[in-house]
């Protein structure tokens, strides 16, 4: 299994542009987790899915962030309009029991630049 | 969410020495504690996890102690080594959890 993978592995974009974030979990998993990681608050929770629906999206700090899951291989998380705050490392972690009894498991990340 | 309080922030330990991390928990409820490994330009991955019906969990050089009265766990890794230099969260998770809450994370640095 090639495991989580994530895409961009970087990206830097501009203020105000609409940044697309890509992960496809590991096959067969049934809960995927979008978490944001920063010096200052550690990992975050944005929002989770089980079998595709959103469960938990309490974690998504505004409305520009938006995230999909429109099959069971495929999340994509968006920000628009991208902001210099919105800068961090975003990962994307697949479970195939939500509770992390199995542990999850998490892709490479994508690592955000707002200029 | 839910917090979990790690500490340190970092920490450096000589080769062969004991490297030592803690993290308490205030919702009682929490009944699963993983601890994650990330090394740089990587996700975390598991590493060792604890429920907290037993008070200590070994496997190889690491080892989980759980106190459930003080609400605290910590992670002892044995015999430090170079390779052993990442970051390092704990994490916790209860029945009717969404999903994981992670410690803010503590930087290991083993010198050789």
């Known amino acids: 299994d090639a495991g989580v993978i994530q895409s961009p592995r970087h990206e830097v974009t501009e203020m105000g542009q609409e940044v697309t974030l890509r992960c496809k979990p590991i096959s067969g998993h049934d809960y995927l987790f979008w978490y944001r990681q920063t010096m200052m608050r550690g990992l975050e929770l944005l929002i989770y899915?089980?079998?595709?629906?959103?469960?938990?999206d309490s974690g998504m700090p505004e409305d520009r962030f938006s995230a999909k899951m429109p099959n069971a291989s495929f999340s994509t998380l968006k920000i628009q309009p991208s902001e210099p705050r919105d800068s961090a490392v975003y990962f994307c972690?697949?479970?195939?029991?939500?509770?992390?009894?199995?542990?999850?498991?998490f892709g490479s990340g994508t690592r955000l630049t707002v200029v | 969410q839910q917090q979990v309080k790690q500490s340190p922030q970092s920490l450096i330990v000589q080769k062969g020495g004991i490297s030592i991390i803690n993290c308490a928990y205030e919702n009682t409820a929490f009944d699963y504690f993983p601890w994650y490994q990330q090394f740089p330009g990587k996700g975390p991955a598991l590493l060792i996890a604890?429920?907290?019906?037993?008070s200590e969990k070994k496997e190889g050089r690491f080892t989980i102690s759980f106190n459930k009265s003080a609400k605290q766990f910590s992670l002892h890794i044995m015999d430090s080594q170079p390779g052993d230099s990442a970051t390092y969260f704990c994490?916790?998770?209860?029945?009717?959890?969404?999903?994981?809450?992670f410690g803010k994370g503590t930087t290991l640095s083993v010198s050789s």
């Open positions: 972690a697949s479970s195939g029991m939500g509770r992390g009894l199995s542990g999850y498991t």
């Open positions: 899915f089980n079998n595709n629906v959103p469960i938990d």
């Open positions: 994490a916790a998770i209860n029945q009717a959890g969404t999903a994981l809450i």
């Open positions: 604890i429920r907290p019906d037993v």
